[in-house]
């Protein structure tokens, strides 16, 4: 058993891996320097367990991986099972975040994934590990041209080539990104949440003006990268993954069908990256 960490610049993602399969998923805030220490005291699954999913620092999320067949059910888990060898539990960080990559450094029995441990071709030395990984596990599961759409804290694009070359991509500010910055500069706007269904696009009043920009200019900016990329190869794959992915896909679905239907849905593809590199190999023995 293993632990994947992904920092992202909203919150942590914590993958639990069984060998190969990944078993089970948390998402938490950012943790203290004690939460690590305290980690890398425990001794037993269920007690790795117990602290992700119950310490002070309550995760907002905590998901059973429902879509793996051979995935572990929480209830068969060897959750007494002792470690045996290792003095920790092993952990396979990935960071965009270099002050939390610091913090994790202290924990005992860590792997940190480089862009060296990703066999994608013409990388640039300042790409972000999260995109490189999440564009590796898509095209390792799904064949190669693959686009990654991440919609998180920044959304990205990021694409390769049939020869597992890196395409290129690119950055903009994502959803909640997008609305915290008009509330936190200007005077009078205030902070609005994202509705689940597509607001009407010529508004009427202040929240829905904000929704409306927001969510209409970014689906075109989507659907503009789509179409290009489509150009540049006919059969090229799409995956969507990230925080936001789910209510975009619904906003697609209403504005462009055609786009939504051809999408790859994952909220997972950062782990599957982490799960094909050198690093995980490693693990998968431990
Ligand atoms: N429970 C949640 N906590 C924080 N953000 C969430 C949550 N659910 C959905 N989101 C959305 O996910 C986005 C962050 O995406 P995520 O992929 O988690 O980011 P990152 O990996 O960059 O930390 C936020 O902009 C927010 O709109
Ligand atoms: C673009 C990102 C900020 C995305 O981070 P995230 O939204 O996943 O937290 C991150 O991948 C990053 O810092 N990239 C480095 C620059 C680059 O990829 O070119
Ligand atoms: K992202």
Same mark, same amino acid.
């Given at each position: 058993?293993?632990l994947a960490l992904i920092i992202g610049n909203s919150r942590l993602h914590w993958g639990l891996?069984?060998?190969?399969?990944?078993?089970?998923t948390y998402d938490t805030e950012r943790l203290s320097k004690?939460f690590v220490?305290?980690l890398?005291?425990?001794?037993?699954?269920?007690?790795?367990?117990?602290?992700l999913?119950?310490s002070?620092h309550?995760p907002r999320q905590?998901? +059973?991986?429902?879509?793996?067949?051979?995935?572990?059910?929480?209830?068969?888990?060897?959750?007494?099972?002792?470690?045996?060898?290792?003095?920790?539990?092993?952990l396979l960080l990935a960071s965009v975040v270099p002050s939390q990559t610091a913090l994790w450094l202290t924990y005992?029995?860590v792997g940190v994934v480089t862009l060296?441990d990703?066999?994608?071709?013409?990388?640039?030395?300042?790409l972000g590990i999260d995109r490189a990984l999440a564009?590796?596990?898509?095209?390792?599961?799904?064949?190669?041209?693959?686009?990654?759409?991440d919609?998180g804290t920044a959304?990205t694009?990021?694409?390769?080539?049939?020869?597992?070359?890196?395409?290129?991509?690119?950055?903009?500010?994502g959803?909640?990104?997008?609305?915290?910055?008009?509330?936190?500069?200007?005077?009078?706007?205030?902070?609005?949440?994202?509705?689940?269904?597509?607001?009407?696009?010529?508004?009427?009043?202040?929240?829905?003006?904000?929704?409306?920009?927001?969510?209409?200019?970014?689906?075109?900016?989507?659907?503009? +990268?789509?179409?290009?990329?489509?150009?540049?190869?006919?059969?090229?794959?799409?995956?969507?993954t990230g925080g936001?992915?789910?209510?975009?896909?619904?906003?697609?679905?209403?504005?462009?069908?055609?786009?939504?239907?051809?999408?790859?849905?994952?909220?997972n593809l950062i782990f599957?990256g982490m799960?094909?590199?050198?690093n995980?190999?490693? +693990?998968?023995?431990?």
């Amino acid at each position: 058993m293993w632990l994947a960490l992904i920092i992202g610049n909203s919150r942590l993602h914590w993958g639990l891996f069984d060998g190969k399969t990944l078993c089970h998923t948390y998402d938490t805030e950012r943790l203290s320097k004690s939460f690590v220490y305290s980690l890398s005291k425990c001794q037993t699954l269920s007690e790795v367990q117990q602290i992700l999913s119950s310490s002070p620092h309550t995760p907002r999320q905590s998901l +059973f991986v429902g879509n793996q067949q051979d995935c572990a059910d929480s209830s068969t888990l060897p959750t007494s099972h002792t470690l045996p060898t290792t003095p920790s539990f092993p952990l396979l960080l990935a960071s965009v975040v270099p002050s939390q990559t610091a913090l994790w450094l202290t924990y005992p029995n860590v792997g940190v994934v480089t862009l060296e441990d990703i066999p994608l071709q013409g990388m640039y030395p300042t790409l972000g590990i999260d995109r490189a990984l999440a564009l590796w596990g898509a095209g390792k599961t799904w064949g190669f041209p693959m686009l990654v759409i991440d919609a998180g804290t920044a959304l990205t694009f990021t694409g390769a080539d049939a020869n597992q070359n890196l395409f290129g991509g690119a950055i903009l500010p994502g959803l909640g990104l997008q609305m915290a910055t008009l509330a936190e500069n200007t005077g009078q706007l205030p902070n609005v949440e994202l509705p689940h269904d597509l607001p009407q696009r010529f508004a009427v009043n202040t929240q829905q003006a904000i929704q409306s920009g927001v969510i209409y200019t970014l689906l075109a900016g989507i659907k503009d +990268f789509v179409q290009a990329w489509w150009q540049s190869f006919p059969q090229g794959k799409i995956a969507i993954t990230g925080g936001d992915r789910t209510l975009l896909i619904s906003y697609l679905q209403s504005l462009f069908p055609e786009i939504a239907k051809r999408l790859i849905v994952e909220p997972n593809l950062i782990f599957w990256g982490m799960e094909k590199t050198q690093n995980a190999q490693f +693990f998968h023995n431990s």
